[in-house]
């Protein structure tokens, strides 16, 4: 695999999941659902999102 | 929780469970290969399967019956600190896209079908194969004895009582293992899947609302902690390193297990695992609405005899008969899915790592699968033995450090696909310091997965698997540098890039 720049956006889920005190927080409140909780249930989609750019980058090795 | 015997409920149980064991039968047939009497064809399912099958497959074999059960039920008990089971299975995602279509590709180049195989084919060490395939085996034994509590919980709720129900669904799911290898549980998983989303969705969607919506419910929640005195909806400061560790190791580990393995070597190409990195977190999604129903538990009052009964007893109290017995039916099949993988990633790895390797080196391809199909057979056996005999706690006592042993085989199967710098013996060194390593902390610790180390003044809580992986690594590191030695005999040159490249 030659160096791709698109697969640095793979590290951003590790950044922003395990830097836990950026997101310990009640507040804000979405739907009834503390920051805490739909913070790290909005990463889903964006992480499927990141791993989707980055699989458009590299998809003709096969 | 309810004990006498709902027959409705009942009723639809058994429908779907006679539903998949006749599925799991006919999968024999389904894509029908020339012959099933050989290890790729039994134990990878020619390792054709394209993206949707790997979907249902991988979804159906990760996320687990013990999943559906046991991160509500942490959730239930500790709060916050239990939904470290979201992060980690966010995070795995990048690392299957970066690392596991390389394995594929080695694995398909060199027809392996086990970590066991790869390792001895790139390293040529017969020693480092045994510890891989022995780690595999002996992790994955607890993980599909959890499953049987998985499914011991639901049975329990549907009024049934002795271990008989338990015995014979165990005897069902070895019997069509054994005649239709991995198709069977690819085919189910589809059923399984399907089941589980409409039981869940279902249950996130109308539980609130009858419980005055998900404020009320974390409200509830955070109420139950206090008045408990521990636990909370918040994580402590002190629990941060515990929680982003566990979600790390956690992710590392996961695709090291031999029935996740199996599910990546048997899809049909490098690209349907890179979708598959796409669009696997949906089963993410589920898992975290899932580990919620802990809080509904709280805020539906439910007075429970075992953290585990939360589910079931949320879906009993909350739910018509039937739909009760719909969702415990997804919830034993879902049992039985990965039940099947792990047997089989089991067995594959006994049959060619040991009994290939040591016993009957001239194995023809059709005794290989007879001893793959009679391995996987003993191996679910053992796991009901072991779940009849020994106590449950022990079981969980023992998953928890099949986690700690299998992130150990991570610098001997991924390392090489990347870098050839690492030899054999360092390898193995840093993988025999890891296991034993961790397994001493873990001992010293009372069998909890969290060391604490201490520097000066300050404590800080982690994952034992991390811990112990770190000082494989620096092991492996330092034993490479002071040993002398060549580069590993199937690379030509160590500044290269892995046979992979090679290979393309």
Redesign the interface.
């Known amino acids: 695999m030659k160096t791709n720049r698109w697969l640095w956006l793979l590290v951003l889920p590790y950044i922003g999941l395990l830097w836990v005190p950026l997101y310990n927080t009640h507040d804000p409140v979405v739907l009834g659902f503390p920051f805490f909780y739909w913070y790290q249930l909005a990463w889903v989609p964006i992480t499927s999102l990141l791993i989707w750019l980055a699989y458009r980058s590299v998809k003709h090795e096969d | 929780m309810k004990t006498e015997i709902d027959a409705v409920a009942l009723g639809v149980f058994v429908f779907f469970f006679v539903l998949v064991t006749i599925m799991g039968f006919f999968a024999a047939r389904w894509r029908k290969p020339e012959t099933l009497a050989r290890i790729d064809e039994w134990g990878l399912g020619g390792r054709n399967f394209g993206t949707w099958i790997t979907w249902f497959l991988i979804g159906g074999d990760f996320y687990t019956a013990y999943t559906v059960i046991a991160a509500p039920a942490l959730v239930y008990a500790v709060g916050?600190y239990g939904?470290f089971a979201?992060?980690y299975t966010?995070?795995v995602?990048?690392f299957v896209?970066?690392v596991m279509p390389k394995l594929w590709q080695v694995a398909k180049d060199h027809g392996y079908i086990t970590a066991g195989d790869v390792v001895r084919g790139q390293y040529g060490s017969k020693a480092l194969e045994l510890a891989v395939a022995v780690t595999g085996v002996i992790a994955t034994m607890p993980y599909i004895a959890l499953q049987l509590i998985g499914m011991a919980a639901v049975i329990k709720a549907l009024g049934l009582s002795g271990e008989l129900p338990l015995i014979i669904a165990f005897l069902v799911l070895a019997f069509y293992t054994y005649s239709s290898g991995l198709r069977a549980p690819a085919l189910i998983a589809f059923v399984k899947d399907i089941m589980i989303y409409i039981a869940v969705i279902a249950a996130v969607a109308l539980i609130?609302s009858k419980l005055g919506?998900?404020?009320?419910?974390?409200n509830a929640a955070d109420a139950a902690f206090k008045a408990k005195g521990s636990g909370s909806?918040?994580?402590g400061g002190n629990q941060?390193v515990a929680?982003?560790t566990l979600?790390?190791g956690s992710a590392l580990a996961a695709f090291m297990y031999p029935h996740t393995l199996t599910g990546i070597f048997a899809s049909n190409?490098?690209?349907t695992i890179?979708?598959n990195?796409?669009?696997l977190?949906?089963y993410?999604?589920l898992l975290?609405?899932l580990a919620?129903l802990g809080y509904m538990g709280h805020a539906a009052h439910l007075q429970l005899s075992s953290n585990n009964d939360v589910v079931p007893a949320l879906f009993q109290t909350l739910f018509p008969s039937w739909f009760a017995g719909f969702a415990f039916a997804a919830i034993a099949i879902g049992a039985l899915v990965p039940a099947a993988v792990m047997s089989i990633g089991a067995a594959n790895l006994f049959t060619r790592n040991f009994w290939r390797a040591y016993v009957n080196p001239d194995i023809s391809d059709a005794g290989e699968a007879q001893v793959a199909k009679v391995t996987s057979l003993v191996v679910k056996l053992g796991a009901l033995l072991a779940i009849i005999v020994l106590p449950i706690q022990f079981a969980l006592d023992l998953q928890l450090l099949g986690g700690m042993w299998i992130i150990q085989t991570l610098p001997a199967l991924v390392f090489g696909l990347f870098i050839g710098w690492f030899r054999a013996p360092a390898l193995l060194a840093g993988w025999a310091v890891g296991f034993l390593g961790g397994t001493y902390f873990a001992y010293a610790d009372g069998l909890k997965p969290l060391h604490t180390l201490h520097f000066g003044d300050t404590a800080i809580t982690m994952y034992t698997g991390l811990l112990a992986l770190s000082l494989n690594i620096a092991v492996a590191v330092i034993v490479n540098l002071v040993v002398p030695g060549k580069a590993s005999p199937t690379k030509a040159s160590p500044t290269k890039t892995a046979p992979v490249?090679a290979a393309?």
């Open positions: 916050a939904f979201l992060p966010i995070i995602y990048p896209f970066a609130p919506g998900y404020a009320a419910v974390f909806i918040l994580l941060y929680y982003a979600a790390l190409g490098a690209n890179r979708k990195a796409i669009l977190p949906a993410t999604l975290g609405l919620l490249a393309r």
